[in-house]
């Protein structure tokens, strides 16, 4: 379980968020919506380890990010930030290969490898295996940080317990903030449905969204914010009303039933 609870952020003397709580079970897709300015990327970042709050705490298995080691840590939960920075001229492989570090002495570099091109083929991205990245497009860059962090929290890989401490849970989470931003229609819908079968091997997933009807197609469940507040949480049906996207995003819309897939359809009134 990824816990957060009753976190206060405060930064440049505004308060962001606001005794915020929120929990994330292993095995199913969270995606968190809101306007720009409600606190998607500080609660991402506070989930993450990388923002302390000032008040209450985030939890992972009942103890506090800071009680993990960073290999422990980077074991159990993996992140996709907007954007990753890389500049040397490594090949895709090895850029993939990076998400191996925090296994380093337990698994075997044949292992790191099957796992590595694993990734690549569930992310579309196994013919750029020998490429160097800096010669890549935005989105193919993209998709093959989405396979780091696959291999990273072994998406392809035993799952079970955490190999130096058999008696640890390997409950596992995947952040993901705003995944599909610079990918085209196609790779917007595989790299969530990425997302849902991670969360079918057991992996705990959230990922920050701005397209509404993409967090209605493939989350369980909705967290909608505003102001540094959680204004409703639940499934796309109970969130994603037109009296709640108004009032949130100040933006009269229609809500429909997508005709194939049956969940909610927001289109602007």
Same mark, same amino acid.
């Given at each position: 379980?990824?816990?957060?609870?009753?976190?206060?952020?405060?930064?440049?003397?505004?308060?962001?968020?606001?005794?915020?709580?929120?929990?994330?079970?292993?095995?199913?897709?969270?995606?968190?919506?809101?306007?720009?300015?409600?606190?998607?990327?500080?609660?991402? =970042?506070?989930?993450?380890?990388?923002?302390?709050?000032?008040?209450? =705490?985030?939890?992972?298995?009942?103890?506090?990010?800071?009680?993990?080691?960073?290999?422990?840590?980077?074991?159990?939960?993996?992140?996709?930030?907007?954007?990753?920075?890389?500049?040397?001229?490594?090949?895709?492989?090895?850029?993939?290969?990076?998400?191996?570090?925090?296994?380093?002495?337990?698994?075997?570099?044949?292992?790191?490898?099957?796992?590595?091109?694993?990734?690549?083929?569930?992310?579309?991205?196994?013919?750029?295996?020998?490429?160097?990245?800096?010669?890549?497009?935005?989105?193919?860059?993209?998709?093959?940080?989405?396979?780091?962090?696959?291999?990273?929290?072994?998406?392809?890989?035993?799952?079970?317990?955490?190999?130096?401490?058999?008696?640890?849970?390997?409950?596992?989470?995947?952040?993901?903030?705003?995944?599909?931003?610079?990918?085209?229609?196609?790779?917007?819908?595989?790299?969530?449905?990425?997302?849902?079968?991670?969360?079918?091997?057991?992996?705990?997933?959230?990922?920050?969204?701005?397209?509404?009807?993409?967090?209605?197609?493939?989350?369980?469940?909705?967290?909608?914010?505003?102001?540094?507040?959680?204004?409703?949480?639940?499934?796309?049906?109970?969130?994603?009303?037109?009296?709640?996207?108004?009032?949130?995003?100040?933006?009269?819309?229609?809500?429909?039933?997508?005709?194939?897939?049956?969940?909610?359809?927001?289109? =602007?009134?």
């Amino acid at each position: 379980m990824l816990d957060v609870k009753n976190i206060e952020v405060e930064l440049g003397g505004t308060t962001i968020l606001q005794d915020l709580s929120l929990s994330i079970s292993a095995g199913e897709v969270v995606s968190i919506v809101g306007p720009n300015g409600a606190g998607k990327s500080t609660l991402f =970042a506070a989930m993450s380890g990388a923002l302390q709050s000032r008040q209450g =705490a985030v939890e992972l298995d009942g103890r506090a990010l800071g009680r993990w080691s960073a290999e422990q840590l980077a074991r159990k939960r993996a992140v996709l930030p907007q954007h990753s920075e890389l500049t040397f001229p490594f090949r895709v492989l090895e850029v993939v290969l990076l998400g191996r570090s925090p296994h380093a002495g337990y698994s075997s570099r044949e292992n790191d490898l099957v796992i590595a091109r694993l990734a690549l083929l569930e992310t579309e991205t196994l013919h750029l295996a020998d490429r160097l990245y800096t010669t890549l497009s935005g989105g193919e860059r993209q998709r093959v940080h989405l396979a780091r962090v696959l291999t990273q929290i072994e998406f392809c890989g035993p799952g079970g317990r955490d190999e130096t401490n058999p008696n640890e849970s390997r409950d596992r989470f995947l952040l993901l903030d705003e995944p599909t931003s610079s990918l085209d229609p196609a790779h917007q819908h595989t790299t969530l449905q990425t997302a849902v079968r991670a969360a079918e091997r057991g992996i705990g997933v959230v990922a920050v969204l701005h397209d509404l009807n993409l967090a209605a197609m493939y989350a369980d469940r909705i967290v909608m914010l505003k102001e540094g507040r959680i204004i409703a949480q639940g499934t796309a049906v109970e969130v994603l009303t037109e009296t709640l996207i108004e009032e949130v995003f100040e933006l009269p819309v229609s809500v429909l039933v997508h005709p194939k897939r049956g969940c909610p359809y927001v289109i =602007a009134a």
